[in-house]
Protein backbone atom coordinates (compact mmCIF):
# COMPACT_ATOMS: atom_id res chain seq x y z
CA UNK A 1 0.00 0.00 0.00
CA UNK A 2 2.76 2.75 0.65
CA UNK A 3 4.44 1.63 -2.80
CA UNK A 4 0.57 2.50 -4.14
CA UNK A 5 1.06 5.87 -2.10
CA UNK A 6 4.01 6.40 -3.52
CA UNK A 7 2.95 7.12 -7.20
CA UNK A 8 -0.36 8.57 -6.84
CA UNK A 9 1.55 12.37 -7.32
CA UNK A 10 3.14 10.99 -10.27
CA UNK A 11 -0.15 9.45 -11.87
CA UNK A 12 -2.11 12.55 -10.84
CA UNK A 13 0.89 14.80 -12.49
CA UNK A 14 0.70 12.82 -16.12
CA UNK A 15 -2.77 12.54 -16.24
CA UNK A 16 -3.31 16.53 -16.25
CA UNK A 17 -0.51 16.57 -19.06
CA UNK A 18 -2.70 14.57 -21.37
CA UNK A 19 -5.47 16.80 -20.84
CA UNK A 20 -3.37 19.96 -21.69
CA UNK A 21 -4.85 21.27 -25.26
CA UNK A 22 -1.71 21.55 -27.86
CA UNK A 23 -0.68 24.90 -29.07
CA UNK A 24 -2.05 25.73 -32.81
CA UNK A 25 0.05 26.14 -35.30
CA UNK A 26 1.54 30.09 -36.43
CA UNK A 27 -0.69 31.73 -39.39
CA UNK A 28 1.20 30.83 -42.74
CA UNK A 29 3.30 34.00 -44.04
CA UNK A 30 2.49 34.91 -47.95
CA UNK A 31 3.51 38.17 -49.78
CA UNK A 32 1.16 40.67 -51.20
CA UNK A 33 0.96 43.80 -52.83
CA UNK A 34 -1.37 46.33 -54.83
CA UNK A 35 -1.53 45.47 -58.25
CA UNK A 36 0.03 48.11 -60.27
CA UNK A 37 -1.50 50.67 -61.78
CA UNK A 38 -0.69 51.85 -65.07
CA UNK A 39 -2.01 53.39 -68.81
CA UNK A 40 -2.23 50.70 -70.83
CA UNK A 41 -2.27 50.57 -75.36
CA UNK A 42 -3.66 46.88 -76.29
CA UNK A 43 -2.13 45.90 -79.55
CA UNK A 44 -2.95 43.23 -82.29
CA UNK A 45 -0.38 40.74 -83.64
CA UNK A 46 0.16 39.07 -86.64
CA UNK A 47 2.34 37.08 -88.18
CA UNK A 48 3.45 38.01 -91.74
CA UNK A 49 6.03 38.08 -94.25
CA UNK A 50 7.84 40.28 -96.49
CA UNK A 51 6.95 41.32 -100.09
CA UNK A 52 7.89 42.57 -103.13
CA UNK A 53 5.70 45.08 -104.59
CA UNK A 54 6.63 44.33 -108.08
CA UNK A 55 8.80 41.51 -108.87
CA UNK A 56 9.85 40.80 -112.38
CA UNK A 57 10.96 37.78 -114.61
CA UNK A 58 13.24 39.34 -117.53
CA UNK A 59 12.73 38.03 -121.01
CA UNK A 60 14.74 38.84 -124.17
CA UNK A 61 12.42 40.25 -126.99
CA UNK A 62 14.28 39.12 -129.64
CA UNK A 63 15.61 35.77 -130.70
CA UNK A 64 19.50 35.18 -130.93
CA UNK A 65 22.98 34.38 -129.50
CA UNK A 66 23.47 35.45 -126.17
CA UNK A 67 26.88 37.77 -126.14
CA UNK A 68 27.28 39.15 -123.02
CA UNK A 69 26.58 40.42 -119.21
CA UNK A 70 26.34 43.66 -117.87
CA UNK A 71 25.91 42.17 -113.75
CA UNK A 72 26.90 40.46 -110.84
CA UNK A 73 24.46 37.98 -109.71
CA UNK A 74 22.75 39.68 -106.41
CA UNK A 75 23.55 43.35 -107.28
CA UNK A 76 21.44 46.29 -107.01
CA UNK A 77 20.16 47.17 -109.96
CA UNK A 78 18.74 50.63 -111.77
CA UNK A 79 15.94 50.86 -114.23
CA UNK A 80 17.35 51.55 -117.83
CA UNK A 81 21.00 49.68 -116.64
CA UNK A 82 22.37 47.27 -119.12
CA UNK A 83 21.55 43.44 -118.16
CA UNK A 84 22.38 41.32 -120.90
CA UNK A 85 23.64 42.00 -124.65
CA UNK A 86 22.38 39.76 -127.59
CA UNK A 87 24.79 39.54 -130.70
CA UNK A 88 22.82 42.58 -132.62
CA UNK A 89 24.93 42.27 -136.07
CA UNK A 90 22.04 40.04 -137.85
CA UNK A 91 19.29 42.74 -136.44
CA UNK A 92 21.51 45.97 -137.95
CA UNK A 93 22.08 44.26 -141.19
CA UNK A 94 17.84 44.26 -141.21
CA UNK A 95 17.61 47.33 -140.25
CA UNK A 96 20.00 48.26 -143.09
CA UNK A 97 18.27 46.44 -145.53
CA UNK A 98 14.77 48.45 -144.33
CA UNK A 99 16.10 51.37 -144.25
CA UNK A 100 16.99 50.68 -148.64
CA UNK A 101 13.83 49.71 -148.56
CA UNK A 102 12.49 52.92 -147.15
CA UNK A 103 14.69 55.53 -149.56
CA UNK A 104 13.55 53.17 -152.73
CA UNK A 105 10.12 53.97 -151.98
CA UNK A 106 10.67 57.61 -150.98
CA UNK A 107 12.57 57.70 -154.75
CA UNK A 108 9.40 55.86 -155.86
CA UNK A 109 7.54 58.31 -154.75
CA UNK A 110 8.54 61.40 -155.87
CA UNK A 111 8.86 60.24 -159.13
CA UNK A 112 5.18 59.27 -158.77
CA UNK A 113 4.77 63.17 -157.81
CA UNK A 114 6.45 64.19 -160.57
CA UNK A 115 4.50 62.50 -163.25
CA UNK A 116 1.18 63.36 -161.45
CA UNK A 117 2.01 66.90 -161.75
CA UNK A 118 2.71 66.38 -165.04
CA UNK A 119 -0.47 64.79 -165.90
CA UNK A 120 -2.36 67.57 -164.71
CA UNK A 121 -0.74 70.08 -166.69
CA UNK A 122 -1.32 67.42 -169.43
CA UNK A 123 -4.99 67.20 -168.83
CA UNK A 124 -5.87 71.07 -168.69
CA UNK A 125 -4.48 71.33 -171.88
CA UNK A 126 -6.63 68.41 -173.07
CA UNK A 127 -3.63 66.61 -174.55
CA UNK A 128 -4.05 63.04 -172.51
CA UNK A 129 -7.37 61.30 -171.81
CA UNK A 130 -8.58 61.56 -168.40
CA UNK A 131 -8.26 58.01 -167.60
CA UNK A 132 -4.52 58.32 -167.95
CA UNK A 133 -4.41 60.99 -165.24
CA UNK A 134 -6.41 58.96 -162.86
CA UNK A 135 -3.95 56.01 -163.42
CA UNK A 136 -0.98 58.74 -162.55
CA UNK A 137 -2.99 59.56 -159.19
CA UNK A 138 -2.78 56.15 -158.45
CA UNK A 139 0.32 55.32 -159.01
CA UNK A 140 1.11 58.13 -156.76
CA UNK A 141 -0.97 56.96 -153.79
CA UNK A 142 0.38 53.87 -153.85
CA UNK A 143 3.86 55.06 -153.89
CA UNK A 144 3.06 56.92 -150.76
CA UNK A 145 1.57 53.72 -148.97
CA UNK A 146 4.42 51.78 -150.21
CA UNK A 147 6.95 54.61 -148.35
CA UNK A 148 4.24 54.33 -145.23
CA UNK A 149 4.85 50.30 -145.10
CA UNK A 150 8.78 50.57 -145.80
CA UNK A 151 9.41 53.06 -143.01
CA UNK A 152 7.43 51.15 -140.28
CA UNK A 153 9.44 47.67 -141.51
CA UNK A 154 12.74 50.35 -140.85
CA UNK A 155 11.32 51.16 -137.32
CA UNK A 156 10.98 47.43 -136.43
CA UNK A 157 14.09 46.76 -137.59
CA UNK A 158 15.25 49.20 -135.69
CA UNK A 159 13.66 48.31 -132.45
CA UNK A 160 15.01 44.73 -132.33
CA UNK A 161 18.52 46.80 -132.85
CA UNK A 162 17.44 48.03 -129.46
CA UNK A 163 16.39 44.55 -128.21
CA UNK A 164 19.57 43.11 -128.55
CA UNK A 165 20.55 45.45 -125.14
CA UNK A 166 18.30 44.06 -122.40
CA UNK A 167 17.83 46.33 -120.06
CA UNK A 168 16.32 46.64 -116.32
CA UNK A 169 12.61 47.45 -116.42
CA UNK A 170 12.95 48.50 -112.66
CA UNK A 171 15.10 49.12 -110.11
CA UNK A 172 15.41 46.46 -107.71
CA UNK A 173 17.95 43.49 -106.18
CA UNK A 174 18.45 41.23 -109.30
CA UNK A 175 19.19 37.14 -109.06
CA UNK A 176 21.45 35.70 -110.82
CA UNK A 177 21.89 34.90 -114.48
CA UNK A 178 19.82 31.87 -115.82
CA UNK A 179 21.82 32.06 -119.23
CA UNK A 180 25.50 31.98 -120.13
CA UNK A 181 26.87 33.51 -122.95
CA UNK A 182 26.91 31.70 -125.90
CA UNK A 183 23.62 30.05 -125.34
CA UNK A 184 20.92 30.92 -128.09
CA UNK A 185 17.58 32.58 -126.07
CA UNK A 186 14.47 32.92 -127.52
CA UNK A 187 12.14 35.79 -127.82
CA UNK A 188 9.77 35.87 -124.97
CA UNK A 189 10.48 32.67 -123.98
CA UNK A 190 13.74 32.41 -121.97
CA UNK A 191 13.96 33.96 -118.31
CA UNK A 192 17.31 35.86 -118.10
CA UNK A 193 16.90 36.58 -114.22
CA UNK A 194 14.65 38.40 -112.04
CA UNK A 195 14.25 41.74 -110.38
CA UNK A 196 12.23 42.36 -107.31
CA UNK A 197 11.89 46.46 -106.09
CA UNK A 198 12.85 46.30 -102.61
CA UNK A 199 11.94 50.10 -101.27
CA UNK A 200 9.05 50.16 -100.29
CA UNK A 201 8.55 46.71 -99.58
CA UNK A 202 4.82 45.47 -98.49
CA UNK A 203 4.16 43.05 -95.26
CA UNK A 204 1.20 41.08 -95.63
CA UNK A 205 -0.48 39.10 -92.96
CA UNK A 206 -3.98 37.14 -92.08
CA UNK A 207 -6.11 38.87 -89.54
CA UNK A 208 -8.91 36.74 -87.69
CA UNK A 209 -12.83 37.73 -88.54
CA UNK A 210 -13.20 38.43 -84.46
CA UNK A 211 -10.76 41.52 -85.23
CA UNK A 212 -11.70 42.89 -88.38
CA UNK A 213 -15.07 43.22 -86.94
CA UNK A 214 -13.50 45.02 -83.81
CA UNK A 215 -11.65 47.42 -85.87
CA UNK A 216 -15.21 48.24 -87.92
CA UNK A 217 -17.35 48.53 -84.99
CA UNK A 218 -14.74 51.01 -83.20
CA UNK A 219 -14.65 52.88 -86.70
CA UNK A 220 -18.58 53.06 -86.61
CA UNK A 221 -18.49 54.05 -82.97
CA UNK A 222 -15.60 56.56 -84.25
CA UNK A 223 -13.24 55.35 -81.72
CA UNK A 224 -10.73 54.36 -85.02
CA UNK A 225 -10.10 55.73 -88.06
CA UNK A 226 -12.03 53.29 -90.92
CA UNK A 227 -9.97 50.18 -91.44
CA UNK A 228 -9.74 51.20 -95.78
CA UNK A 229 -8.94 54.92 -94.99
CA UNK A 230 -4.68 55.21 -94.28
CA UNK A 231 -2.85 55.67 -92.95
CA UNK A 232 -2.78 53.38 -89.62
CA UNK A 233 0.32 53.41 -88.41
CA UNK A 234 2.06 49.95 -87.50
CA UNK A 235 5.24 48.50 -86.18
CA UNK A 236 7.18 45.30 -87.10
CA UNK A 237 10.18 43.57 -85.87
CA UNK A 238 12.25 40.64 -87.14
CA UNK A 239 12.48 37.35 -86.01
CA UNK A 240 15.98 38.14 -83.96
CA UNK A 241 14.31 41.36 -82.64
CA UNK A 242 12.57 41.94 -79.38
CA UNK A 243 11.20 45.59 -80.10
CA UNK A 244 9.23 46.84 -83.07
CA UNK A 245 11.88 49.00 -84.35
CA UNK A 246 10.61 48.71 -88.32
CA UNK A 247 7.63 51.67 -88.63
CA UNK A 248 5.14 51.52 -91.80
CA UNK A 249 1.51 52.18 -92.49
CA UNK A 250 -1.55 49.68 -93.93
CA UNK A 251 -2.23 50.31 -97.16
CA UNK A 252 -4.91 47.63 -97.82
CA UNK A 253 -7.48 44.87 -96.86
CA UNK A 254 -9.14 42.72 -99.06
CA UNK A 255 -12.80 42.82 -99.70
CA UNK A 256 -13.34 39.32 -98.54
CA UNK A 257 -12.75 36.71 -96.04
CA UNK A 258 -11.26 33.24 -96.26
CA UNK A 259 -14.43 31.15 -96.09
CA UNK A 260 -11.99 28.20 -95.17
CA UNK A 261 -10.11 30.21 -92.46
CA UNK A 262 -12.28 32.69 -91.71
CA UNK A 263 -9.55 35.27 -92.49
CA UNK A 264 -8.90 38.52 -93.97
CA UNK A 265 -6.00 39.32 -95.83
CA UNK A 266 -3.91 42.89 -94.58
CA UNK A 267 -1.29 44.41 -96.25
CA UNK A 268 0.93 47.39 -95.22
CA UNK A 269 3.67 49.14 -96.62
CA UNK A 270 7.27 49.67 -95.34
CA UNK A 271 9.98 51.61 -95.94
CA UNK A 272 13.51 49.76 -96.78
CA UNK A 273 16.39 52.14 -97.86
CA UNK A 274 18.74 49.89 -96.94
CA UNK A 275 17.42 46.76 -98.28
CA UNK A 276 17.85 44.80 -95.32
CA UNK A 277 14.22 43.82 -95.61
CA UNK A 278 13.53 40.89 -98.09
CA UNK A 279 10.63 39.57 -99.64
CA UNK A 280 9.87 36.12 -98.08
CA UNK A 281 11.45 36.87 -94.85
CA UNK A 282 8.90 36.39 -91.72
CA UNK A 283 7.93 39.18 -89.18
CA UNK A 284 5.84 40.27 -86.29
CA UNK A 285 3.65 43.50 -87.07
CA UNK A 286 1.61 44.92 -84.43
CA UNK A 287 -1.52 47.49 -85.41
CA UNK A 288 -2.51 49.76 -82.15
CA UNK A 289 -6.19 47.51 -80.98
CA UNK A 290 -7.61 49.89 -78.35
CA UNK A 291 -6.89 53.97 -77.43
CA UNK A 292 -4.93 54.45 -73.99
CA UNK A 293 -6.67 53.29 -70.62
CA UNK A 294 -5.80 52.66 -67.13
CA UNK A 295 -5.32 48.95 -66.36
CA UNK A 296 -3.94 47.04 -63.16
CA UNK A 297 -1.06 44.40 -63.67
CA UNK A 298 -0.40 41.76 -61.27
CA UNK A 299 2.46 38.77 -61.88
CA UNK A 300 1.52 36.26 -64.36
CA UNK A 301 2.12 33.75 -61.50
CA UNK A 302 -0.73 35.32 -59.28
CA UNK A 303 -3.20 34.27 -61.57
CA UNK A 304 -4.96 30.45 -61.05
CA UNK A 305 -6.94 28.95 -63.61
CA UNK A 306 -9.75 26.71 -62.20
CA UNK A 307 -11.59 25.24 -64.85
CA UNK A 308 -13.00 28.23 -67.24
CA UNK A 309 -12.06 30.91 -63.91
CA UNK A 310 -9.31 32.75 -63.35
CA UNK A 311 -8.85 33.26 -59.57
CA UNK A 312 -6.34 35.70 -57.99
CA UNK A 313 -6.45 35.68 -53.98
CA UNK A 314 -6.34 38.25 -51.83
CA UNK A 315 -6.09 39.53 -48.23
CA UNK A 316 -9.08 41.70 -46.12
CA UNK A 317 -8.71 43.42 -43.69
CA UNK A 318 -9.35 41.24 -41.34
CA UNK A 319 -6.02 39.49 -42.46
CA UNK A 320 -8.27 36.63 -44.06
CA UNK A 321 -7.62 35.16 -47.70
CA UNK A 322 -10.52 35.38 -49.92
CA UNK A 323 -10.55 34.91 -53.49
CA UNK A 324 -11.35 36.87 -56.57
CA UNK A 325 -13.27 35.93 -60.13
CA UNK A 326 -10.88 38.04 -62.32
CA UNK A 327 -11.32 39.35 -66.55
CA UNK A 328 -7.51 38.84 -67.22
CA UNK A 329 -5.51 40.71 -70.66
CA UNK A 330 -2.58 40.05 -72.59
CA UNK A 331 0.75 40.08 -70.79
CA UNK A 332 2.51 43.68 -70.58
CA UNK A 333 6.43 43.11 -69.81
CA UNK A 334 6.03 39.61 -68.37
CA UNK A 335 2.78 41.08 -65.86
CA UNK A 336 -0.42 39.98 -66.20
CA UNK A 337 -3.09 42.93 -67.04
CA UNK A 338 -6.36 42.71 -65.44
CA UNK A 339 -9.35 44.19 -66.69
CA UNK A 340 -12.26 43.75 -64.53
CA UNK A 341 -12.61 41.83 -60.89
CA UNK A 342 -9.62 43.46 -58.75
CA UNK A 343 -9.76 46.78 -57.34
CA UNK A 344 -6.23 48.97 -56.94
CA UNK A 345 -6.13 48.62 -53.45
CA UNK A 346 -6.21 45.15 -53.05
CA UNK A 347 -3.65 43.25 -51.66
CA UNK A 348 -3.02 40.47 -53.66
CA UNK A 349 -1.14 37.15 -52.64
CA UNK A 350 1.91 37.30 -55.38
CA UNK A 351 4.06 34.83 -53.21
CA UNK A 352 3.06 31.93 -51.28
CA UNK A 353 0.12 31.11 -52.80
CA UNK A 354 0.11 26.82 -52.11
CA UNK A 355 -0.39 28.03 -48.24
CA UNK A 356 -3.09 30.77 -49.25
CA UNK A 357 -6.24 29.38 -48.27
CA UNK A 358 -9.47 30.84 -48.69
CA UNK A 359 -11.22 31.89 -44.91
CA UNK A 360 -7.80 31.20 -43.22
CA UNK A 361 -5.87 34.05 -41.38
CA UNK A 362 -2.42 34.32 -42.96
CA UNK A 363 0.38 36.73 -42.00
CA UNK A 364 1.00 39.28 -44.97
CA UNK A 365 4.36 40.66 -45.71
CA UNK A 366 4.22 43.61 -48.02
CA UNK A 367 5.94 43.20 -51.51
CA UNK A 368 6.21 44.73 -54.56
CA UNK A 369 4.66 44.50 -58.33
CA UNK A 370 7.47 45.67 -60.92
CA UNK A 371 8.00 44.81 -63.93
CA UNK A 372 11.04 42.57 -64.55
CA UNK A 373 14.87 43.67 -65.20
CA UNK A 374 15.00 45.48 -68.24
CA UNK A 375 18.33 43.86 -69.17
CA UNK A 376 16.65 39.99 -68.68
CA UNK A 377 16.47 37.46 -71.35
CA UNK A 378 12.54 38.58 -73.20
CA UNK A 379 10.00 35.34 -72.16
CA UNK A 380 9.50 33.14 -75.55
CA UNK A 381 5.78 33.31 -74.35
CA UNK A 382 5.80 37.26 -74.83
CA UNK A 383 7.29 37.19 -77.81
CA UNK A 384 6.00 34.33 -79.74
CA UNK A 385 1.74 34.27 -80.22
CA UNK A 386 -0.04 32.56 -82.23
CA UNK A 387 0.42 31.99 -86.04
CA UNK A 388 -2.64 34.05 -86.93
CA UNK A 389 -2.76 36.72 -84.38
CA UNK A 390 -2.88 37.88 -81.14
CA UNK A 391 -3.90 41.00 -79.21
CA UNK A 392 -1.22 42.24 -76.21
CA UNK A 393 -0.79 45.69 -74.17
CA UNK A 394 1.75 47.65 -73.53
CA UNK A 395 2.38 50.84 -71.62
CA UNK A 396 1.55 54.21 -73.07
CA UNK A 397 3.89 56.00 -74.29
Known amino acids: MKRLSGLTPIVTALALVGCAKPKPPPPPTVIVAKPLRTNLVDWDDY ?18 YLQSIGFKDGQI ?19 TQ ?13 NAKVELERAKSLLAAHAIPEQQYETRLATEQQAEADLTSARGAEQTAALNVSFTRVTAPLSGRISDRRVAPGNLVTQDSTVLTNITDLDPIRFTFDGAEALYLKYEREAQAGRRKPSRTFPNPVEIRLQDETDYVIKGRM ?9 NSGT ?18 FG ?9 YVG ?19 VGADRKVAQRKVTTGPLVNGLRAVRAGLNPDDLVVIDGLQRAKVGVKVVAKAGRVSPPDPGAAPNPADLAPPPASATFADRAR
Not at 77 to 95: E, M, S, W
Request: no cysteine.
Open 251 to 259: DFVDNALDP
Open 77 to 95: VHKGQVLFTIDPRPYQAAL
Open 296 to 314: LLVPDDAVVSQQSDQIVYV
Open 98 to 110: AHGQAQHALAALN
Open 284 to 292: HLRLLGSGT
Open 264 to 281: IRGRALVPNPGYILTPGM
Open 47 to 64: VGRFEAINSVDVRPRVTG
